[in-house]
């Protein structure tokens, strides 16, 4: 795990509710500081639903194991590089080395 691999930063956000006094609001709040992270593609894919064309891309993410990132789950999104992804699954690389997550995100974002 070189230095030189974790080039890009990336932003957690947590889905936070709120009280507002006429009731319950719920909104996206940046998790934590960015964070370096290796970006790598793995896929993309086009689905058509309800006559609508949608293309969605599928890249892999990968931090240095922390606290932090232990915490991540995929109830949170991350935004890379203008892209928000919505994170489909977490895991441990090695023991407490770094944390791999797979997201998804639309292709027409930039």
């Known amino acids: 795990m070189t230095a030189g691999r974790y080039d890009r930063r990336a932003q957690f956000r947590r889905h936070e509710e709120y009280d507002d006094g ?3 609001v719920y909104r996206w ?3 934590g500081d960015p964070v370096w992270v290796q970006l790598t593609h793995v896929s993309d894919s086009e689905k058509w639903q309800a006559a609508q064309v949608q293309a969605t891309v599928t890249s892999r993410l990968r931090l240095r194991w922390s606290a932090f990132a232990a915490d991540i789950t995929p109830l949170d999104r991350v935004i890379c590089e203008g892209r928000d992804y919505n994170i489909t699954g977490v895991k441990e690389i090695g023991r407490r080395k770094a944390i791999e997550i797979t997201a998804s995100a639309r292709a027409d974002q930039t």
Request: charge should be negative; hydrophobic fraction near 0%; glycine fraction near 16%.
């Open 22 to 24: 006429y009731g319950t």
């Open 29 to 31: 709040e940046d998790h």
